[in-house]
């Protein structure tokens, strides 16, 4: 067992502090004793390039298949050369037809290729680390070496049989290191190996189905966004500013419905302006405002990746005229705040990446009715376009 050795990464990080705090050299600590089940766990990869090997040349299949069984429920299993050594026992076996493919099986293939091209390039760092329970890992570099070695040597002598069906022959030349990329192959030609083919639509069905039933389902929905406000008429006194936003609410599959609370900034404005309060004139060219709405959408298209609909609101949009704090505003009389109704329509977009997670755009035009007796005049709407980040 002397490839076996403790991760000291862990527990060298609280040592540093303590170094300093005491002012002393801190000594290295033993590592703790092996647990007996662990060493039985090691065992499987650090036999199975001797016993594998042995079985095969015995014919001992059954025995072959008992001892990859066993390995496959250990705590630390290596699936991949798992799986490719129970294809080619299959194969070698004729049975194939009957073994169960696992619904990974593509992606087991994929990472044998990608490990047996490592071991045939010259220059290439090519290790094979297990995680064990902390602190270990072991260094199963050699041994992976050799069983990959053992497999595509078995996995050619097989494609010398001639009655091997295009499923079989897939397997095989992956195995032997002649399909370097078998998801590429696959998705080129699917009768290249109608089994995984299959597997791989259903798995796809069943992923669609998963996906299709959170999607029209109910749910919360929570967002945070990125925008632009963009004034019109004489409200572009105050100018365009950024937004950021947070979004909570509930949808089903066609309808969404919405809190949303925007924050503007960009002070100051490009033009000052005037308002009234008590009867005396203040000019100002300070801006921080905002919109708080609830909002509904209705999507007319609604695919598995994507939704797009209309979108109306109503809310309030306000902006302050001074800071609240500073000993300047403190002079300036109450409401500190300009108000109006808005109600506002667009469209919105949405694109989903992940099973929960989207990326959105959404476009509206706001209505609006500021309102500033005596002060500067701030008629005029507001276009807003915001790049959203959320999930359901």
Known sequence: ????????????????????ALGSQAQEKAPPALSPRMSRQITFIVHAPVLLPAFLQQRSYDSMKNFLGN?????????????GAE????VETGKFSSYWLPCDCLYYLSDYSRELKNIATQGSQFRYLLKLTQP?????????????????????????????????????????????DPQAALAAD??????????EKDLSAYNN??????????????????GWWSPTGHLKILGPHPSVGVQLGMRNKRNEYDLTWDLRFGYP??????????????????YDGGYIGFEYTRYFIHRKYFDLGFTTAIGDDYFAVADGWSQQA???????????????????????????????????YHLLAYSNPGGTNLSGNAYTLDLSFGSH
């Open 71 to 83: 390995w496959k429920n250990s705590d630390y299993p290596s699936r991949e050369l798992i799986f």
């Open 136 to 180: 270990y890992s072991y260094d199963a570099t050699q041994n992976a070496r050799t069983l990959l070695l053992f497999l595509q040597s078995w996995a050619r002598s097989l494609l010398l049989r001639p009655d091997l069906d295009p499923s079989e022959l897939f397997v095989c030349r992956t195995l032997a290191g002649d399909i370097p």
């Open 269 to 286: 404005t490009p033009h000052p302006y005037r308002y009234v309060r008590q009867d005396s004139v203040y000019t100002t060219s300070y």
């Open 209 to 226: 189905s998963v996906l299709t039933s959170r999607r029209d389902g109910k749910r919360g929905t929570a967002a945070i966004s990125l």
């Open 87 to 90: 294809a080619l026992l299959a």
């Open 190 to 199: 699917s009768q290249s190996c109608p089994r995984i083919a299959l597997v």
């Open 1 to 20: 067992m002397k490839k076996i050795y403790p991760n000291r990464r862990g527990w060298l990080i609280p040592l540093f502090p303590l170094c300093f």
């Open 330 to 364: 403190n002079a300036v009389p109450l409401p500190l705040h300009v108000n109006s109704f808005d109600w506002n329509n667009g469209i919105r977009l949405k694109y989903f990446f992940k099973r929960k997670g989207y990326i959105g755009l959404t476009a509206k």
